[in-house]
Nanobody
């Protein structure tokens, strides 16, 4: 069974930094797209950043220049480095992974990790 485990969230002051990780474990053939989404209370889930299997990246306008997405294919892990955090970045951050397992193509979600930006 394939699992996604996220870590790295927490409480940080405005202007601070956090690094989120999402590790994929289990029987995997290939991992294709790896994305980070976020959802704040009362708001829709929104895409934050995405990275393809080839390493191409895409960012939401509201994080460009502040956040960096990367992946370590040897560790089946995607990262989100978040700098210059703002109170409006407060949300639950979720990773989303498109991968191929022995039985099927799967679009999986992590459990989410809380990021709170507050003084």
């Amino acid at each position: 069974q394939v699992q996604l485990v996220e870590s790295g969230g927490g409480l940080v002051q405005p202007g601070g930094s956090l690094r989120l990780s999402c590790a994929v474990s289990g029987s995997i053939f290939s991992i294709y797209a790896m994305d980070w989404y976020r959802q704040a209370p009362g708001k829709q889930r929104e895409l934050v950043a995405a990275i393809t299997g080839g390493g191409s990246t895409n960012y939401a306008n509201f994080v460009k220049g502040r956040f960096t997405i990367s992946r370590d294919n040897a560790k089946n892990t995607v990262y989100l480095q978040m700098n210059s955090l703002k109170p409006e970045d407060t949300a639950v951050y979720l990773c989303n992974v498109l991968l191929e397992s022995p039985s099927s193509l799967n679009d999986l979600w992590g459990q989410g990790t809380q990021v709170t930006v507050s003084s």
